[in-house]
């Protein structure tokens, strides 16, 4: 396929995985509203570099569970059934009227987005569920171009959805409760979406 379409799949699917507020995203908009700008956008930098390294290892891990059968099969039920987990958490979350503190770092604000995001691990058994589904669907992550197209996208995706929440700082803070339910059940929806269609794959 073409490396192009892989590095739009991956931007799609980033862009709403990293939408829902969590310690980043909070973290890149109290930064911002502290310090400006500026401040938000060093954050979100050093969390997009995590963010490619690990979709990036997540799909260089593929192979492993492709290549035994039985394995594989498991990994498509286990991702149906988390897919339908993650839908129903997201869609039915109850949204905070405010914004917790996020966690104090001694660090430069493109040092601090970097820990934050390598706090954030759970992007590789994301982009590894994500991947076995989209190589069931005939995306193949076969060598290191598309491997490499496939993790930028994903960085990408998941920095412009830092970005807006830098733009829209100021509104955020004082609508996140309402911004917090809509982000959930839009991402909610699409969970349950791959859910019901790896559900009818596996049928």
């Known amino acids: 396929m073409d490396l192009i379409f892989y590095f739009f799949v991956a931007l799609g699917l980033s862009f709403l995985g990293s939408l829902p507020i969590g310690l980043i995203t909070v973290t890149v908009i109290q930064k911002t509203i502290e310090k400006g700008r500026k ?3 060093m954050i979100a930098m050093g969390a997009t570099i995590m963010e490619f390294v690990y979709s990036y290892i997540a799909l260089n891990s593929l192979d492993f569970f492709t290549e035994n059968l039985t394995i594989g099969n498991y990994i498509k039920m286990f991702a149906t059934a988390l897919f339908f987990i993650l839908g129903i958490y997201h ?14 770092y001694d660090y430069f604000d493109f040092l601090r987005g970097f820990v934050v995001g390598m706090m954030n691990m759970l992007i590789v058994p994301f982009w590894i569920f994500l991947g076995i589904w989209l190589e069931s669907n005939g995306m193949v992550f076969e060598n290191q171009p598309c491997i490499i197209w496939f993790s930028f996208g994903a960085a990408l995706g998941a920095f412009l959805a830092f970005l807006a929440y830098i733009w829209f700082s100021g509104i955020i803070v004082n609508k996140v409760a ?3 339910q809509y982000t959930n059940k839009v991402v909610g929806v699409l969970f349950l979406g ?3 269609f790896q559900l009818i794959e596996l049928l």
Do not use: D, V
């Not at 979350?93 to 104090?104: C, F, P, Y």
């Open 39 to 41: 401040s938000g956008l």
């Open 194 to 196: 791959l859910g019901i």
């Open 91 to 104: 869609f039915f979350k109850k949204t905070s009227k405010e914004l917790k503190t996020a966690a104090a």
């Open 178 to 180: 309402t911004i917090n």
